[in-house]
């Protein structure tokens, strides 16, 4: 059961990757009528809301882009920092929403940023328990389940917290894409939601997952059930 919960957990996280992939390079073809780079439109955003002390940044990664609170940077991928198709736009757009949500103090940004340590030691157990357990056989079933189950709730928490962060990030993208004229016509908007959406999914995957995972440890301990987890 513990293979086949993998598979279903695996098949969901590449299915996610696979459409924001398929969305991202179909609209990275086609050019915004505006003509502005990544870059350009996420300053532009930032000049507007009166945030001047964060910095743009460029990176060879692809889709590795990012807004870092700790230290307010804004990072793109070269393809989106000088891109002037909808997917940059809105990519760029939707990392310049995380630094409008931190200058507001969007409660879910700060909830998010204060749970990613206890969250990567959660995810450290998750990746080494069961290892340790059944080559040493020190822990009982019991101890086992529970530490399994608190440890996957934690990650299940994060990312439900996450979900609202980046979801009104992406929604102070369209808006400010859409104010600030850098997209224009039903077509640019379509294409930019269809980007933004795509990527969204790939947090909801994570959340199901963490979800699925925290009932699989969750319901024996619940039930009463004392059956060996892999």
Known sequence: ?????????????????????????RYSLVPATSGRTGAEVAQEILRGAGIRDVEIAEHDEMLGDHYDPRHKRLVLSSANYHGTSLAALGVAAHEAGHALQHQAAYAPLHLRMAAVGVTNFASQIVAFLPLVGIMTGLLSTVTGLTIMAVAWGVIMTFNLVTLPVEF??????????????FIS?????????????AAAMTYVAAFVTSLVYLLWYLLPLLTGGNRQRG
């Open 168 to 181: 009104d990030a992406s929604r102070r993208a369209k808006i400010m894409l859409s104010s600030l004229g």
């Open 1 to 25: 059961m513990i293979i086949l919960l993998f598979l279903f957990t695996l098949a969901i996280a590449l299915l996610a990757q696979w459409q924001v992939k398929r969305m991202y390079r």
């Open 185 to 197: 016509g039903p077509a640019e908007h379509a294409g930019v939601s269809k980007v933004l959406n």
